[in-house]
């Protein structure tokens, strides 16, 4: 009986890693991937996974860099519609790109983060020029806002929290990225956005949860500690765990604050609305302003599962009243559809107010707005011009 030929590696072994490490790292959160965990996922000892990388450090990279090649690729057309097709063309092969600049490029080397931001502001720098040729009417600082909102919307096309078909997805962000080029953004204007410093709460649970909204929004949940928080808010100690027990349950309570501010505001607005339209306007600016003040509810990968499934759920219920606005002014949309344009308006605005030279203006709060107003309707058709 002759021996079995021995098993030969595939020749695509390193890039068979590299992918399944990017779906490994855009479930969990780079933070929490083990390289034992990926060499099983992979089917490989762990062995042979350090021959390829020697370190997460470098799996990282290989994948980012797998992640955001063709970046460097000139927009060729002009006209906003050709132009919105090519640069579809050219994010729809990388469906975890989202993912990755929202949450994990942030754990790359300092030098390879600095050249991936580059890489992607020279991007986002060839849009202005399909901006001007299609409108006339914008300052550089509303040109920008429009710009980076295209370049979020883009985002949608691969991000994990968007369920939708390709051809669906690809359907409703050609639409919003005509939607936002098109929308009727009023001037920038000089007033520079300033958080007050106002008045420190004597409560130390309260100014716990906003010590925590504060970090857990600019660190990141896995790079935020309890002591962190507990200096913050001049809160030590065991006072510091007789209020919430662990990281998870601050987490879990500035959710459930923001989503009980979401639900405060949508119900003085429709209290307010005369039409679907009137609510809808007003549901945006409350939204907008609950996320440059307490900032977005977006779940990110904090490892804490049970949180997070009860947070989507709640972010569901709320986004359900903006579909159905979003149907009662577009009576012929189909649910689906409508919830994509939802889901883009609001990645839309999480996106701008995380982004400080747009988030800077006071003006961006107004004009955010109708840019969300404009992708929910499939309005600005036409430019609006000076």
Known sequence: MSAEPPRRRPKDRKRQIVL????????????????????????????ALYRHFATKSDLLDAVLRESFAGFDRTITETALEPAVDEAIDLVTPHPHIADLWDREVRYAEPGLRRKYVDTMRAWAAQFPRVLRAHRDDLDEGNEE?????????????GTSTIHATPAHRRVAVRAALLA??????????????????????????????LAAAQQFATQGYQETSMAGIGAAADVTGPNLYGYFKSKADLLRAVYERGTHYLWISLDAAFARASTPDDALRLVTQSYVEHSRE????????????????????????????WIALAQEISPG??????RLRVQIGLKVVNDLLRTPHIARYTSANTNLAAVVHAILTDAGAEPCRS
Not at 23 to 32: Q, R, W
Not at 333 to 338: C, G, S, T, V
């Open 333 to 338: 949309i189909e649910p689906a559809a409508a």
């Open 294 to 321: 307490w900032g977005s509810l977006e779940v990110g990968r904090s490892g804490e599962r049970e949180v997070e499934a009860e947070t989507l759920g709640a972010q569901r219920e709320y986004a359900a009243e």
């Open 20 to 47: 399944q490490a990017c779906e490994l790292i855009v479930e969990l959160g780079y933070p929490n991937v083990t390289m034992t965990a990926l060499a099983e996922r992979v089917g490989i000892t762990a062995g």
């Open 180 to 209: 936002i080029a098109s929308a009727p953004v009023g001037p920038t204007g000089s007033a520079r956005y300033a958080p007050g410093t106002g008045r420190t709460p004597v409560s130390r649970r309260e100014r716990l949860l």
């Open 145 to 157: 806002l429009l710009v980076w909102a295209m370049q979020s919307a883009l985002a949608c096309l």
